[in-house]
C-alpha cells in the first residue's frame, strides 16, 4: 500500500509501521527472559530506540506508551528503569496494566508510537 513503510516484517507482524508521520511500533518483549523486570524492562526500552531509530524517530517524539506487566508487583521496578530513560519534558501518554503475557517468563510487554 503507498505511503506505508514496515520494518522487519514478517508473516505475522512488523515491528514498526510508518504511515503519515507517524511510527507505530509492535509490542516489544526482553530477548534475555531470565532477567528481572527491570532488567526485561531495559532490553525492551533499548529495542524501542533501535525501532525508533530506524524509522527516524527519538524518544523525544514518542506519542504514547502501552506497558503490559505480567504482575502489577512489578510496577515499581518498571517506572524506575523507565522514569530514567523518557525525556523529561517530552513524556508520552501512557497507560499500564497487568495481562497474561504470550509465554510465562515475559515480565513485559511494550508498545510505543511516535512522531516522525
Not at 57 to 66: A, C, D, F, P, V
Not at 75 to 84: H, K, T
Request: glycine share 6%.
Amino acid at each position: 500500500m503507498a505511503g506505508i513503510t514496515r520494518l522487519d516484517q514478517n508473516a505475522r507482524r512488523s515491528r514498526a509501521v510508518i504511515h503519515n508521520g507517524t511510527v507505530y511500533l509492535a509490542g516489544h518483549t526482553a530477548d534475555d527472559r531470565s532477567a528481572d523486570v527491570a532488567g526485561q524492562t531495559r532490553q525492551v526500552l533499548a529495542k524501542i530506540d533501535e525501532m525508533l531509530a530506524a524509522a527516524g524517530s527519538g524518544r523525544e517524539k514518542l506519542l504514547s506508551i502501552t506497558i503490559w506487566l505480567a504482575d502489577m508487583a512489578d510496577f515499581a521496578a518498571m517506572n524506575e528503569v523507565y522514569d530514567a530513560w523518557v525525556v523529561p519534558g517530552q513524556t508520552p501518554a501512557r497507560c499500564c496494566g497487568a495481562v497474561t503475557l504470550a509465554l510465562p517468563d515475559i515480565r513485559v510487554e511494550i508498545m510505543a508510537t511516535a512522531a516522525l
